[in-house]
């Protein structure tokens, strides 16, 4: 039960949950990889379901004036992602419905989102580069996967999406993706703020030296 006043912490629509405070959605009982915009515009349009959001409150809310973004180009990738996340056609909507020229409305049936947190604003990306962080995996393991590049970090997410565990391990065996234990140290060396990841340098273990593309929201203990 919610205490009063506290905004919930799950909604429900369809076979999807949300819980807002991990930022993070299921399918299922199963997790989805969504990046931090995408999730954000979800947790925006499950405020007011039913109602319009324009996208000048998209851009107030999530990109505020000191933010230097392409905020139309943003916006649109991360619905974009939001709709695959989902299984959503933007022809025959079931959840995400596009108002052209005006903005974007949710229109599943939406359980126990009453009232939903606003998004807070997340430190200055560039203010990060030269730290040092510690790696952390989501799951359980004892370790976490690392991309070599830019490429194997997107076509990986391609793979997680589609719960390709073979096309996982292939990346791998290929050496494209390292496997690097828990709380090791990297120097992070690029941000991008339109990104969910950044370039770090490993700085310990077998890998001492390599560079990779790591999860922002698998980096902890920045100092």
Same mark, same amino acid.
């Not at 009232?115 to 976490?144: D, H, N, W, Y």
């Not at 791998?172 to 496997?179: D, E, H, K, T």
């Given at each position: 039960?919610?205490?009063?006043?506290?905004?919930?912490?799950?909604?429900?629509?369809?076979?999807?949950?949300?819980?807002?405070?991990?930022?993070?959605?299921?399918?299922?009982?199963?997790?989805?990889?969504?990046?931090?915009?995408?999730?954000?515009?979800?947790?925006?349009?499950?405020?007011r379901?039913?109602?319009? =959001?324009?996208?000048?409150?998209? /851009?107030?809310? !999530?990109?505020?004036g000191?933010?230097? #973004? %392409?905020f &139309?180009?943003?916006l649109?990738?991360?619905?974009?992602?939001?709709?695959?996340?989902?299984?959503?056609?933007?022809?025959k909507?079931?959840f995400?419905?596009?108002?052209?020229?005006?903005?974007?409305?949710?229109?599943?049936?939406?359980?126990?989102?009453?009232?939903?947190?606003?998004?807070?604003?997340?430190?200055?990306?560039?203010?990060?580069?030269?730290? =040092?962080?510690?790696?952390?995996? /989501?799951?359980? !393991?004892?370790?976490?996967?690392?991309? #070599? %590049?830019? &490429?194997?970090?997107?076509?990986?997410?391609?793979?997680?999406?589609a719960?390709?565990?073979?096309?996982?391990?292939?990346?791998?065996?290929?050496?494209?993706?390292?496997?690097?234990?828990?709380?090791?140290?990297?120097?992070?060396?690029?941000v991008?703020?339109?990104?969910?990841?950044?370039?770090v340098?490993?700085?310990?273990?077998?890998?001492?030296?390599?560079?990779?593309?790591?999860?922002l929201?698998?980096?902890?203990?920045v100092?």
């Amino acid at each position: 039960m919610s205490t009063p006043g506290c905004p919930p912490l799950l909604a429900r629509f369809d076979v999807f949950e949300v819980d807002f405070r991990a930022g993070e959605l299921y399918r299922a009982g199963r997790k989805i990889k969504l990046q931090v915009q995408p999730f954000q515009v979800l947790t925006v349009l499950l405020e007011r379901p039913g109602e319009v =959001v324009t996208r000048e409150e998209f /851009e107030k809310r !999530l990109w505020p004036g000191d933010t230097f #973004v %392409d905020f &139309e180009h943003s916006l649109n990738t991360a619905i974009k992602k939001l709709r695959q996340a989902l299984g959503d056609d933007k022809k025959k909507p079931r959840f995400v419905e596009t108002l052209p020229k005006r903005g974007y409305r949710f229109i599943g049936k939406v359980e126990q989102a009453a009232r939903i947190s606003t998004p807070t604003k997340a430190p200055t990306a560039t203010s990060k580069v030269g730290r =040092v962080a510690k790696l952390c995996s /989501e799951s359980q !393991l004892s370790f976490t996967l690392v991309s #070599v %590049d830019e &490429e194997t970090a997107t076509e990986r997410e391609k793979l997680d999406a589609a719960n390709d565990d073979v096309g996982l391990s292939l990346l791998i065996a290929s050496q494209r993706l390292l496997m690097v234990p828990n709380g090791t140290q990297v120097r992070i060396l690029e941000v991008d703020s339109t990104q969910p990841h950044c370039r770090v340098r490993i700085l310990d273990g077998e890998h001492y030296g390599k560079t990779a593309v790591v999860p922002l929201k698998q980096l902890a203990e920045v100092s």
